[in-house]
């Protein structure tokens, strides 16, 4: 069975390494054997079970081969990172349960799920998520993104959230868009507050066509298939709450398919841009005009990457060092430049 939407994060934090991996080899020739990272599997030692549950029933449909993903950071403060898995779900009503883990770093190579106590088991068919503090109480808050209605979690700062949703606004369905995949909290004016862009992907659902025939095989179909759906740019207001800027901040995209989303300072103006991965189209890049408004230079910019062979459906952030001493690859950050880039993965 084909499938026509891949795992997102195995190949990003790949693609992440192996970028940083060559910018290593190509400056220090030849490189000892026992620098050379290694990776050993230890989910079971650290006690991490979870699984996502795809949930199809027989061929899998474009939502089910979506997701799933996964997003770590250190929402209790006690300098241990923690992860939050995304659980996916059961649409066919077979009573098949499903929630989203947070597994909450132990300090000792262990972890422990805590999702039920935390209160943050996710509540439909989860497809990404984000942490960010959206109301600098020095805790980070958890976005998460569904089919349906996304959620906003807020960190209580005693091992609890609480869904605050619906009073900050921005479930991501403001457009009728209920596909949702990659999110991003960002600053883009400047004020302090993190911002959020809440990515779109198809247009699908239960009256839409579920499979499609490829080479005799039947299969989910292509995103092609399908319409697209806009994202929404919502803007922090400051009181917890936030306003739709979409079309005032020029993305209003009712064709975009967003998969990742990504938010960086590409050209070091001051002012962070937006870069989002559209699946079987060009990806965006918003270049931001310092007056809460963004211009799309994907084309002119060289990253929209999109052929009849490649299409970018993944992109992360990766900040890396460049070591300028040839032949040596420990040196100290006196002698290296701290870089950071926009990493594509195209298909
Ligand atoms: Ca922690
Ligand atoms: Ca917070
Ligand atoms: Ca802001
Ligand atoms: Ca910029």
Not at 113 to 138: E, H, R, S
Not at 183 to 188: E, G, L, P, S
Request: charged share 20%.
């Amino acid at each position: 069975m084909r499938q026509f939407v891949r795992e997102d994060m195995p190949s990003v934090l790949a693609c992440c390494l192996s970028v940083a991996l060559l910018a290593a080899v190509n400056a220090s020739e030849p490189v000892a054997q026992d620098l050379v990272p290694r990776f050993k599997n230890i989910t079971q030692e650290a006690h991490i079970q979870f699984s996502h549950l795809k949930g199809n029933q027989g061929v899998a449909t474009i939502l089910e081969e979506a997701g799933p993903g996964v997003c770590v950071a250190d929402y209790n403060s006690d300098g241990w990172p923690d992860i939050y898995f995304i659980g996916g779900g059961d649409l066919h009503g077979r009573g098949i349960p499903a929630r989203n883990a947070l597994y909450r770093n132990n300090g000792e190579g262990t972890f422990t799920d805590v999702a039920d106590a935390a209160g943050v088991p996710g509540t439909g068919f989860g497809l990404g998520c984000v942490w960010g503090d959206y109301d600098n109480d020095g805790r980070l808050d958890l976005y998460v993104t569904q089919y349906g209605k996304n959620l906003l979690y807020h960190n209580n700062g005693n091992g609890t959230f609480t869904d605050v949703t619906d009073k900050a606004h921005v479930d991501g369905t403001d457009f009728g868009t209920l596909f949702h995949t990659g999110a991003v909290f960002f600053d883009y004016d400047r004020d302090g507050w993190l911002d959020l862009y809440a990515g779109g992907y198809v247009t699908f659902g239960p009256n839409s066509k579920q499979t499609c025939m490829t080479s005799g095989e039947e299969s989910s179909c292509p995103p092609t298939a399908y319409p697209g759906s806009p994202a929404v740019l919502y803007h922090n207001n400051r009181d917890g709450t936030f306003t739709n800027v979409t079309k005032a901040a020029g993305i209003f995209q009712p064709d975009g398919k967003n998969l990742s989303v990504a938010a960086v300072d590409y050209d070091n103006d001051g002012w962070p841009d937006l870069f989002v991965a559209n699946d079987s189209m060009r990806a965006y890049l918003y270049h931001n005009e310092h007056d809460s408004t963004f211009k799309e230079v994907g084309l002119t910019s060289g990253m929209a990457s999109h052929s009849a062979t490649t299409i970018t459906m993944d992109c992360l952030i990766c900040t890396f060092l460049i070591f300028k001493r040839p032949g040596t690859i420990s040196g100290t950050t006196k002698e290296a430049d701290f870089s950071t880039r926009l990493a594509t993965r195209a298909d």
